[in-house]
């Protein structure tokens, strides 16, 4: 059975995060225009567009890995340049399209932020961590010696040891066989529900948008060319 998508909020809900006027150039070249988007508690949004058209610019911009150089962004209400970049990582964390584990034991991955801030995580909390992705005694495994579906999940049971508010997925399945993507996105799904996440998810895909999320936002060319649920961008209602 295919796992229920996320379901768009009722509009009485708080925006959790909120680009007003994002934008960002690099050597005069602009990468994202004008971008004004808000994303409700508890929502999954899927962001899709051709190759190049601003997607993972977006997703690196809502948590300032990169900074941006228009507008800005809100988490909770609260302009994100007034939080400290290390908490706002925590608060806002990204999964990337490739893992990126560190050398060492999976473990030792998925405890890595809380040691970060002096809150290390316990042996118990770290293996109900792995239970919760399906990885159940992978503890003490070399995380250089995973399968690509494996280590998709260490990384993001690194990012939910964090405790985040907000989960930024950039195409976590793109380089996945079909099982392990259906994998995935149920398990990412089952946990969205659980915490009452918000989840900005980029992906390549509408049918896999469809599947996942409530409401899509098109990108073309670094701006948001159409903005609606999966049916009514499929069928151009």
Not at 43 to 54: F, K
Not at 57 to 64: G, K, V
Not at 91 to 115: D, I
Not at 184 to 209: F, G, K, N, Y
Request: with cysteine.
């Amino acid at each position: 059975m295919s796992p229920s998508r996320g379901q768009t909020p009722g509009p009485r809900l708080p925006l959790k995060l909120e680009a007003r006027g994002l934008g960002r150039e690099v050597t005069g070249k602009p990468l994202l225009h004008d971008i004004h988007l808000g994303v409700q508690q508890g929502e999954v949004l899927a962001v899709i567009g051709p190759s190049g058209s601003g997607k993972s610019s977006l997703l690196r911009l809502l948590n300032r890995l990169d900074e941006p150089t228009a507008g800005t962004v809100y988490l909770n209400g609260l302009d994100y340049r007034e939080i400290p970049p290390r908490e706002l990582r925590r608060r806002v964390g990204m999964v990337m399209q490739a893992p990126h584990l560190f050398p060492g034991t999976v473990s030792e991955n998925v405890g890595f932020g809380p040691r970060q801030r002096n809150a290390p995580l316990s042996t118990g909390q770290i293996e109900a961590l792995l239970e919760r992705v399906g990885l159940a005694g992978y503890a003490p495994r070399d995380a250089g010696h995973l399968s690509g579906g494996e280590a998709q999940r260490v990384s993001l049971a690194r990012t939910l040891a964090n405790d985040p508010e907000v989960l930024l997925l950039d195409e976590p399945t793109s380089a996945l066989d079909d099982e392990a993507e259906r994998g995935i996105e149920a398990l990412v799904l089952e946990i969205i529900r659980e915490r009452s996440m918000t989840c900005i998810i980029v992906t390549h895909d509408l049918p896999q948008a469809a599947r996942l999320a409530g409401r899509v936002v098109i990108l073309e060319a670094g701006r948001i060319k159409a903005v609606g649920t999966p049916q009514e961008l499929l069928h151009g209602k």
